[in-house]
């Protein structure tokens, strides 16, 4: 008598069993293959790069290859992942894809800050908003509230969002540090000619918030090496670092040296300026992990620049922009929100020398009370920060745009495709990107053309300083 008919009329035979049997073995050998499989390829795809990645193209995350040898690991090398295949060249704004900029209301002021949270109405975000002289826009979340009462302040809840009309909106993932990108669209459509970019947890020391031309000239730096790291100029001890610091250089003496003091620098040169912040400084989460806090930084007002071709990680958290460096605000989303602002100030870092513009620092407007985190969940999120971040500044260091790149907002176009090539976020930045550009084309933005390369002497000690750029 047959399997079958054994099943239906008493308890299954020795024949049933051993069936069933070698029917699971099958099952668990084929899904073990399969696994083996996947692995591998993985494995392969990713071994240049000595990474491996949950999802190749979110960017999300870095973790240290399984392929080893003894006790000595691999640090993350720098190599092309893929080709983009997208278009290369940007696409003009037209009158019909900037149709649905025209006529949209809302009050118009010079000077805005741009926020986004998911709290309610607090009292540092009310400090924020009776910064004399500023407008306020607040970007919601999904997890945020739906209203917000706090006078001075435009509140973009989550039914305006779903409307916009940016390009870039529909690309922007919610619950997302990202989303403040429209934050800073809205402000650029409504009149500023300066963005004062904070977080809701860094409360303002003083009621006015220093513009670029309330210091009419800086000092200008001569620093050993690519990399600075700024706090110790401003009284940190020698141990710390901003987050996003290339971890293998934190104990590199050039990188906190300041050999000469070359001359001053006039404040339009600016296109970035980044007030440190006390209490609960912008640190990453291994030196919250292994050093005290609290730390307070020198009061003594102090800007200082940082030289072309040196770079140094700047925040989201108390950075001011010039209107000539609006082009650089953009945040992007394929990485960690604790990653994407210091991405974000590497590679606008490189474009603003092509314009003659640089970043500075400046002495403590803000004091950080910092909402709860995690330290070892920022950790994990900051992986990227500490595999890529040294690679990056020699990538961008290295990097040349294509001989077709003649328009800064080329050249962001370029440098975002060449990010993806080589590993730095995923291709849905180089989307934005271009949706980025059309956007603020389609708003009415200049960008800033190159500047002439003259001879400009600013007397210091009765030493001149020459061949240095004037912005236009």
């Keep these: 008598m047959g399997c079958g008919k054994s099943l239906k009329m008493k308890p299954p035979n020795n024949c049933c069993r051993n069936v069933h049997t070698w029917v699971v073995i099958l099952i668990v050998l084929l899904a073990g293959l399969l696994i083996y499989v996947l692995q591998d390829r993985q494995l392969t795809v990713l071994s240049n790069t000595g990474l491996f990645r949950d999802e190749e193209t979110t960017g999300q995350q870095c973790r240290p290859s399984p392929h080893i040898q003894g006790a000595t690991g691999r640090v993350y090398q720098l190599s092309k992942a893929r080709t983009y295949e997208g278009r290369r060249e940007l696409a003009p704004a037209t009158s019909t894809s900037c149709k649905p900029y025209s006529a949209r209301a809302g009050r118009r002021c ?155 620098v006039a404040a339009r040169r600016a296109g970035v300026v980044q007030f440190l912040a006390q209490h609960d400084p912008d640190i990453d989460a291994i030196y919250r992990l292994t050093n005290e806090l609290p730390y307070e930084f020198d009061p003594a007002p102090r800007r200082l620049f940082v030289p072309e071709r040196v770079m140094s990680p700047y925040n989201a958290q108390a950075t001011l922009h010039a209107h000539q460096a609006f082009w650089g605000l953009l945040l992007p989303v394929s990485v960690h929100g604790r990653v994407s602002d210091i991405w974000r100030s590497y ?72 990010l993806y090539e080589f590993d730095f976020f995923g291709v849905q930045d180089v989307t934005l990107t271009e949706a980025w550009i059309q956007d603020l084309q389609c708003l009415g933005y200049k960008f800033p053309l190159h500047p002439s390369l003259i001879t400009q002497k600013s007397l210091v000690d009765d030493e001149a300083l020459s061949a240095t750029y004037l912005p236009f």
Excluded at 178 to 199: C, P, Q
Excluded at 348 to 367: K, Y
Excluded at 374 to 393: G, P
Aim: some cysteine; proline content about 7%; aromatic content about 12%.
């Design 347 to 418: 590679f606008t870092q490189r474009l603003l020398w092509d314009i003659g513009m640089q970043v500075a620092f400046h002495s403590p407007f803000v004091v950080q009370y910092r909402n709860p985190h995690n330290y070892m969940a920022d950790f994990d999120s900051e992986m990227d920060l500490y595999y890529k971040a040294e690679t990056l500044v020699k990538f961008l260091q290295e990097w040349t745009p294509e001989k077709s790149s003649t328009s800064l907002q080329q050249k962001l176009l370029d440098l975002a495709i060449r």
């Design 110 to 264: 010079d000077r805005w800050i741009v926020v986004t949270t998911i709290h309610p109405s607090t009292p540092i975000l009310r400090k924020i908003s009776s910064l004399s002289g500023w407008c306020m826009v607040v970007v919601a979340d999904k997890k945020g509230p739906v209203s917000m009462d706090i006078p001075n302040v435009d509140y973009l809840d989550v039914v305006q969002q779903e409307s916009c009309g940016y390009q870039i909106c529909r690309l922007l993932p919610w619950n997302h540090f990202g989303r403040k990108n429209i934050g800073y669209l809205y402000a650029i459509e409504h009149g500023a000619e300066m963005i004062y970019d904070t977080d809701d947890d860094n409360q303002p020391l003083f009621d006015e918030l220093p513009a670029f031309d309330n210091v009419g000239y800086s000092k200008q730096l001569h620093v050993a090496g690519h990399l600075w790291n700024p706090y110790p100029q401003f009284g940190a001890n020698t141990k710390m670092w901003p987050r996003g610091f290339p971890l293998s250089r934190i104990t590199d003496p050039a990188t906190k040296r300041v050999d000469v003091i070359n001359g001053t």
